[in-house]
């Protein structure tokens, strides 16, 4: 009777032990693949980890199809130089130089950095036509560029009015994606809902405080 307790308790001990096991191995490839994920998260949403403050992180926001669309009608008839801050994987940068315009891309994540280069070199263009720079644009002088395409996050926008209008030429033209500059009247818009971008022109900003925009086209 006893050798029959004892070996009940050992198979109960055995599937205990065994389920324990299975539970903790669950557990592992659980947290591994979380770590997984939050890791590739670093490092394509939010890129110069330690190169950018806190308080001008932001994350990759890839413009869409139609917002990509949006944004070259307001640049069309212009021409020159054009800087995408914050150029992600370039796509904004790529349609404006179909368009004719010398893009420089500022982009700080390595990897969307490397992809964007690539895909530059695949497809034959020439550094002289599109470039894309590991530089933050914060600390560099955009007064060289006549357009400037933007899709950054709201809490940054206040801050990129004023390093702007510092350097900006009056003839430049801004157009942002999706989160407009909290202050600055815009010239005129193109769609609506999360595909809405607008345009402002530096000139008229610096002439006055209070200008009334323009109707918006969708």
């Not at 029959?4 to 198979?11: A, G, R, T, W």
């Not at 490092?43 to 980890?49: N, T």
């Not at 202050?183 to 530096?202: F, I, K």
Request: charged residues 20%.
């Amino acid at each position: 009777m006893e050798d029959c307790i004892e070996v009940i308790l050992q198979d109960r001990t055995s599937k205990f032990l065994s389920r324990y096991q299975d539970n903790r191995t669950i557990s592992l490839l659980t947290g591994a693949i979380f770590a997984g994920f939050y890791g590739l998260w670093g490092m394509f949403c939010m890129p110069g980890f330690l190169k950018v403050p806190i308080r001008l992180k932001v994350p990759y926001l890839p413009s869409s199809v139609e917002q990509t669309k949006n944004v070259m009608k307001l640049l069309d008839g212009r021409k020159g130089r054009l800087a995408d801050l914050g150029s992600g994987d370039g796509r904004l940068v790529f349609a404006a130089f179909s368009r004719g315009f010398h893009c420089t891309g500022f982009e700080i994540n390595p990897i969307l950095l490397a992809y964007s280069r690539s895909r530059a070199w695949w497809e034959g263009i020439h550094y002289t036509d599109v470039s894309f720079v590991n530089q933050d644009f914060w600390k560099t002088d955009l007064s060289k560029y006549k357009n400037v395409t933007v899709f950054l996050a709201p809490p940054v926008m206040e801050l990129l009015e004023e390093k702007l209008l510092k350097e900006l030429q009056g003839d430049t033209r801004v157009v942002v994606c999706q989160f407009p500059f909290p202050n600055w009247p815009h010239t005129c818009s193109m769609g609506s809902g999360l595909e809405q971008v607008w345009a402002y022109d530096v000139h008229a900003i610096s002439q006055s405080d209070a200008i009334s925009p323009c109707t918006s086209a969708v």
